[in-house]
C-alpha cells in the first residue's frame, strides 16, 4: 500500500467516526425535550430544596398527563407513562439519598401491610397506616395537606413523605387507588 492509500484510509477511517458521532448527538438531541422538562426539577432536588420541587413534580406530572389538576381522572394516572414516573422517581432517590421517591413511598404502604387486594379494596386502615408512617396525617390522625406550608421540607422529614403535593386529589382514595396500581404496573420498587 502506497502513501496515498494509508492517507485515504485514515481519512476514511475518521470520515466514519465523525458519522457515528454525529449520529449519537442526533440521538441526544431527541432527549432535549427531557432536559427541558425536568431539568428544573432536577435543580431544586440538587439544592435539596423539596418544596418547589415537590410542586414541580406535580406541574410535571400534569404536564405529561395534558391535564389540570381538577379534570386529571382515576383513569388518565392508570395511563401515565411508565418513563415519565420512572425518571422523577429515580431523580427524587438520588437527590434524597434514597429517603423519597414514589418507589419508596410504594414500600412504605407494603410495610403498612399493603398489597395489590388492599389497593383494590381502596382499605382505609392500611391507606391511614401508610399516611401516618410518611407524615401525612397530624396528631388527631388527620390528613395534613391544608397545612403543606408548615411540613417540614428536609432531610429529617419522615422516610417516603415526598413527593406529596402530587397526591391531593379532588378523587381521594380513588386516585391513591389508580396511583398505586400504577406504581406497581412501572416496577418501582
Not at 492517507?7 to 427541558?36: G, H, M, Y
Not at 423519597?100 to 382499605?123: C, H, M, P, W
Not at 415526598?162 to 396500581?181: D, E, I, N, Q, R
Amino acid at each position: 500500500m502506497n502513501d496515498i492509500e494509508v492517507r485515504v484510509q485514515k481519512l476514511e477511517t475518521e470520515i466514519s467516526r465523525l458519522t457515528n458521532l454525529i449520529e449519537e448527538l442526533q440521538e441526544q438531541f431527541i432527549l432535549l425535550p427531557d432536559i427541558a422538562r425536568y431539568g428544573t426539577l432536577q435543580k431544586f432536588l440538587k439544592n435539596k430544596d423539596f418544596r418547589e420541587a415537590d410542586i414541580e413534580t406535580t406541574r410535571i406530572m400534569l404536564e405529561v398527563a395534558g391535564e389540570q389538576r381538577e379534570t386529571l381522572s382515576p383513569e388518565d394516572v392508570s395511563k401515565y407513562p411508565c418513563n415519565s414516573l420512572q425518571v422523577i422517581d429515580q431523580m427524587w432517590y438520588k437527590y434524597s439519598s434514597g429517603k423519597f421517591s414514589f418507589g419508596v413511598q410504594l414500600k412504605n404502604y407494603y410495610e403498612a401491610g399493603g398489597d395489590i387486594d388492599t389497593i383494590r379494596a381502596q382499605d382505609v386502615k392500611v391507606l391511614t397506616k401508610f399516611a401516618d408512617k410518611v407524615g401525612w396525617l397530624n396528631e388527631n390522625k388527620q390528613p395534613r395537606f391544608s397545612e403543606y406550608d408548615d411540613w417540614d421540607f428536609s432531610l429529617s422529614a419522615p422516610d417516603g413523605c415526598f413527593p406529596a403535593h402530587w397526591w391531593k386529589s379532588p378523587y381521594g382514595l380513588k386516585m391513591v387507588t389508580f396511583f398505586f396500581s400504577r406504581l406497581i404496573s412501572c416496577n418501582l420498587i
